[in-house]
């Protein structure tokens, strides 16, 4: 991938707070969620209620989708992204710091809602994107770009 497009891409993501990304359920059916996320380059995480069902989707086929947007007006200037990756539930100590670190850079009021959560009930994902699509309207109706990862 060449700079340009890299630098378009960290962009979207450092600018942007929330995607939807979508999961399997098990019954087969996707599930698209919206959700509040940061980013370390291209690696993306988010937490969510370890109890909510997209948790549970992911625990079964990590493999997801998710779609980032530009708030926009006009067609002309939409720019988002589609990503195609892989969820992967966070452990680690210190991936955790550093994600809630993240968390806190992007979003200081964060401090004013934890104290309506127990840290044992929230579940963290990083997600590794495999394949974007760089879609950029002002190159012209419908233009993307693909990227593999």
């Given at each position: 991938m060449d700079k340009e497009l890299h630098d378009q891409i960290t962009s979207i993501l450092n600018d942007v707070d929330d995607m939807t990304i979508a999961t399997q359920r098990a019954d087969g059916f996707p599930q698209a969620t919206t959700v509040t996320f940061v980013n370390d380059g291209l690696t993306l995480y988010f937490f969510?209620?370890?109890?909510?069902?997209k948790t549970t989707n992911i625990d079964k086929n990590n493999k997801v989708s998710l779609t980032i947007n530009r708030p926009y007006k006009k067609w002309d200037v939409f720019e988002g992204l589609s990503m195609g990756g892989i969820a992967t539930f966070v452990d680690g100590p210190e991936?955790?710091?550093?994600?809630?670190?993240?968390l806190f850079k992007k979003f200081p009021n964060l401090a004013s809602y934890i104290p309506a959560y127990d840290e044992s009930d929230i579940a963290y994902i990083r997600v590794d994107p495999k394949v974007?699509?760089?879609?950029?309207y002002k190159k012209g109706f419908g233009h993307n770009e693909l990227v593999e990862v």
């Open positions: 969510t209620p370890e109890k909510a069902q991936e955790k710091e550093k994600i809630g670190g993240l974007i699509s760089v879609l950029d």
